[in-house]
């Protein structure tokens, strides 16, 4: 009786914890992969980088995966494009949403 009691309350905090630990996860890792873009783009998006870029606070999740994969294989970008090549040569493709779906959720 009181065995099946600790072993429900240990189960819920389980279940609790991992909840609340995937969750935080997912929300570092798009701020871990924003860290190297804040420099140029601004902490929040809101700066044209270098003077060249848009402000990509402003573009839609859909756009900023498109133009991230653009740089990435060549078919996106002006002047500066092989500037943000670099930038996302070693993303993955879920680094790509993750990040897009980070910047997105960075304007207030
Ligand atoms: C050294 C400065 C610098 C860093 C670091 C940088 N960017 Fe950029 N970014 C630029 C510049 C400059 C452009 C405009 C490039 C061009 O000519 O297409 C740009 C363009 C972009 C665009 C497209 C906007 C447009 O003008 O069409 C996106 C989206 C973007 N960057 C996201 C990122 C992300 C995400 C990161 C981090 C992984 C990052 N950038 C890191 C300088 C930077």
Do not use: F
């Amino acid at each position: 009786m009181k065995t099946t009691r600790i072993t429900k309350t240990l189960k819920s905090i389980v279940v609790a914890g991992a909840i609340i630990s995937s969750s935080t996860l997912l929300a570092a890792d798009g701020a871990a992969l924003y860290n190297k873009c804040a420099g140029c783009h601004g902490s929040a998006g809101e700066k044209v980088a270098l003077g060249k870029s848009k402000v990509i606070a402003d573009m839609s999740e859909a756009d900023l995966v498109a133009s991230l994969n653009g740089y990435k294989d060549g078919s996106y970008g002006g002047a500066m494009k092989g500037l943000m090549k670099g930038q996302v040569t070693n993303l993955s493709e879920d680094d790509i949403k993750t990040l897009s779906a980070h910047i997105v959720s960075l304007k207030k």
